[in-house]
């Protein structure tokens, strides 16, 4: 009797984490939030919708108002009152952008010449300032005091986390405690509302309104934690933005921070420099860049965003299981594994 012959299949290697499902779960809803944003950013001043646009029009992942979108169909939401406010939310995220990039004095935004550069800083400002009222004109509309509350405490909090990054500037002793705490605040502070919102409007409970934020929270910080991994990792080409950026405005982030910490006395000498703003050439950096790679301070920041991102998924728990719920865990995955 003769042996059967099995034919050799490669092992198939593990797909990488990808936003592709929360993109398609969300599509249809996506295109309301586009319209309402499309219409209301609108102005009988040209400059206003020319100017919002440029950051609008200009390919973001469009994250934070598809958390409230994804959040919605988590829990069943049929209504669309969530396509209002997760435009709003969408405004209160571009208005910190334009207002950031006046702040650090930015030349790219996703690989486009910022809005501060080509239309000069007072109108960036301002336009900002008419995104945020446009957000509280979608919060008022839709006329709960909870969702009123939820955003524009975040919003405030965002601001909060903006200056106190701004006084940690140029600091080298900055704990890696402090960092956390302005993340959660400049980035994760919207996320979680983002995600909250879902379940108000909905008219869940504590629990459901409480997994949401948490889920919201955690992969903001987690978000970030990468985006600052990635200033020290990745091409200008593929972060959209000139690289080395955080270095020069001597912003400490937890890369930074790290290599700092396990540096040995020339090294810490450097940082000192660095970060106070006396080494900022491109050799400077090119030097930073290669002490961050001896200690894996790259690796080590990415490996608490993995942390952060999997507390996250476990947020989701209390939820069936359903399409929405393995999309938004694969989102929270995809944003410790990008390098964009």
């Given at each position: 009797m003769s042996a059967k012959v099995v034919p050799f299949k490669p092992e198939q290697p593990e797909r990488a984490p990808s936003l592709d499902p929360m993109l398609a779960q969300t599509a249809s809803a996506?295109?309301?939030?586009?319209?309402v944003i499309l219409?209301?950013?609108?102005?009988?001043?040209?400059?206003?919708?020319?100017?919002?646009?440029?950051?609008?029009?200009?390919?973001?992942?469009?994250?934070r108002p598809m958390l409230t979108l994804a959040g919605a169909d988590l829990i069943g939401y049929q209504g669309t009152r969530h396509h209002?406010?997760?435009?709003?939310?969408?405004?209160?995220?571009?208005?910190?952008?334009?207002?950031?990039d006046v702040v650090d004095g930015s030349d790219?935004?996703?690989?486009?010449a910022a809005a501060n550069i080509i239309f000069g800083n007072p109108a960036t400002v301002l336009?900002?300032?008419?995104?945020?009222?446009?957000?509280?004109?979608?919060?008022?509309?839709?006329?709960?005091?909870?969702?009123?509350?939820i955003l524009s405490g975040a919003s405030a909090i965002i601001a909060e986390g903006e200056v106190d990054q701004l006084t940690a500037q140029r600091q080298i002793e900055t704990s890696e405690e402090r960092y956390l705490s302005i993340i959660g605040a400049k980035t994760a502070a919207l996320f979680a509302a983002a995600s909250r919102i879902a379940a108000v409007v909905a008219e869940r409970g504590d629990a459901e309104e409480r997994a949401l934020d948490d889920y919201g929270r955690n992969l903001g910080i987690a978000f970030q934690l990468v985006d600052d991994a990635i200033d020290y990792s990745s091409s200008a080409a593929e972060m959209g933005k000139t690289r080395g950026d955080d270095f020069r405005e001597g912003k400490m982030t937890l890369p930074v921070i790290l290599a700092y910490a396990r540096g040995d006395e020339d090294e810490r000498r450097f940082w000192k420099a660095a970060i106070g703003g006396h080494r900022t050439t491109p050799e400077d950096l090119a030097h930073a860049i290669r002490l961050i790679e001896r200690h894996d301070a790259v690796a080590a920041t990415r490996e608490r965003a993995r942390?952060?991102?999997?507390?996250?998924?476990?947020?989701?728990?209390?939820?069936?299981?359903?399409?929405?719920?393995m999309a938004m865990a694969e989102a929270a995955r995809f944003a410790v594994s990008r390098g964009y």
């Amino acid at each position: 009797m003769s042996a059967k012959v099995v034919p050799f299949k490669p092992e198939q290697p593990e797909r990488a984490p990808s936003l592709d499902p929360m993109l398609a779960q969300t599509a249809s809803a996506m295109n309301a939030v586009n319209t309402v944003i499309l219409d209301r950013m609108q102005s009988e001043i040209p400059l206003i919708p020319s100017l919002a646009g440029h950051l609008i029009a200009g390919g973001g992942k469009r994250l934070r108002p598809m958390l409230t979108l994804a959040g919605a169909d988590l829990i069943g939401y049929q209504g669309t009152r969530h396509h209002k406010l997760a435009a709003a939310v969408e405004f209160i995220h571009t208005a910190t952008l334009l207002h950031d990039d006046v702040v650090d004095g930015s030349d790219l935004r996703r690989g486009k010449a910022a809005a501060n550069i080509i239309f000069g800083n007072p109108a960036t400002v301002l336009v900002g300032d008419f995104l945020f009222s446009r957000a509280f004109e979608l919060m008022v509309e839709d006329g709960s005091l909870k969702v009123l509350k939820i955003l524009s405490g975040a919003s405030a909090i965002i601001a909060e986390g903006e200056v106190d990054q701004l006084t940690a500037q140029r600091q080298i002793e900055t704990s890696e405690e402090r960092y956390l705490s302005i993340i959660g605040a400049k980035t994760a502070a919207l996320f979680a509302a983002a995600s909250r919102i879902a379940a108000v409007v909905a008219e869940r409970g504590d629990a459901e309104e409480r997994a949401l934020d948490d889920y919201g929270r955690n992969l903001g910080i987690a978000f970030q934690l990468v985006d600052d991994a990635i200033d020290y990792s990745s091409s200008a080409a593929e972060m959209g933005k000139t690289r080395g950026d955080d270095f020069r405005e001597g912003k400490m982030t937890l890369p930074v921070i790290l290599a700092y910490a396990r540096g040995d006395e020339d090294e810490r000498r450097f940082w000192k420099a660095a970060i106070g703003g006396h080494r900022t050439t491109p050799e400077d950096l090119a030097h930073a860049i290669r002490l961050i790679e001896r200690h894996d301070a790259v690796a080590a920041t990415r490996e608490r965003a993995r942390h952060f991102a999997e507390r996250a998924v476990d947020a989701l728990a209390i939820f069936p299981e359903s399409k929405a719920r393995m999309a938004m865990a694969e989102a929270a995955r995809f944003a410790v594994s990008r390098g964009y």
